[in-house]
């Protein structure tokens, strides 16, 4: 069946440094690729997200790239922020509506 | 505008119990919803409506899970005779008509509490 591994965390980084979360999935025909994040205390909101092979998703300074010869799609930032620290949730849909999730990635970015 | 909107925010109540988690999805939004988030794991699927059907249910995990939506706009997802297992967060998302590509909106979740 199809799913998403992430990643474990939790992630501690200092501000400004790089930020790589992995994610690969496993699924069947053409997925459609998310990342959703959910900020202390806030419901989860939609970061990215990339429909198609090769494909690069970016929002606030976040990318991330649909890999189908890797079947992966790994988040990146440059530089973070204290602001930035959140549960990270890669997600897929797979010919269906319903979202299969990872287990989340917590992020902490230290001042 | 306003967001995907889940009351109450928090519930605790004792095993055996009967509640009742109500989800005001956006405005103008077909499709919704319900996730089920345990402690430490990412959401998982339950049950999704087009307008006032149920149109997949399949996630629901047992008969002691029901929702409704019986006006194609406000939810309520009714669990019967709780158990302690069931606790967890639930989450309610709209998207506008329910295509595979759709994003999905979520709500603040409620956090349920079966002592």
């Known amino acids: 069946g199809n799913s998403v591994t992430q990643m474990e965390g939790p992630v501690t980084l200092s501000e400004e440094a790089f930020l790589t979360i992995n994610c690969t999935y496993t699924?069947?025909?053409?997925?459609?690729l998310f990342w959703y994040v959910q900020y202390p205390g806030e419901g989860l909101q939609l970061l990215l997200k990339a429909t198609k092979a090769d494909d690069k998703g970016s929002n606030k300074g976040f990318e991330a790239t649909y890999r189908k010869e890797t079947t992966s799609f790994h988040l990146e930032k440059g530089s973070v922020q204290v602001s930035d620290s959140a549960v990270y949730f890669c997600a897929l849909t797979s010919g269906t509506y319903k979202y299969i999730f990872g287990t989340g990635t917590r992020l902490k970015v230290l001042a | 505008g306003a967001g995907v909107s889940q009351t109450p925010s928090n519930k605790v109540t004792e095993k055996g119990k009967y509640v009742e988690l109500r989800c005001d999805p956006i405005s103008g939004h077909t499709a919704l919803y319900w996730y089920r988030q345990s402690l430490g794991q990412g959401p998982e699927f339950l049950i999704y409506f087009q307008g006032t059907g149920a149109a997949d249910d399949s996630g629901l995990p047992n008969d002691r899970f029901f929702a409704v939506r019986p006006e194609g706009s406000v939810s309520t997802l009714k669990i019967q005779r709780t158990e302690r297992g069931d606790s967890a967060v639930y989450l309610c998302a709209s998207s506008l008509s329910g295509g595979i590509q759709e994003t999905q909106y979520f709500g603040p979740g409620t956090r349920l509490l079966v002592l």
């Open positions: 699924a069947t025909g053409y997925p459609s």
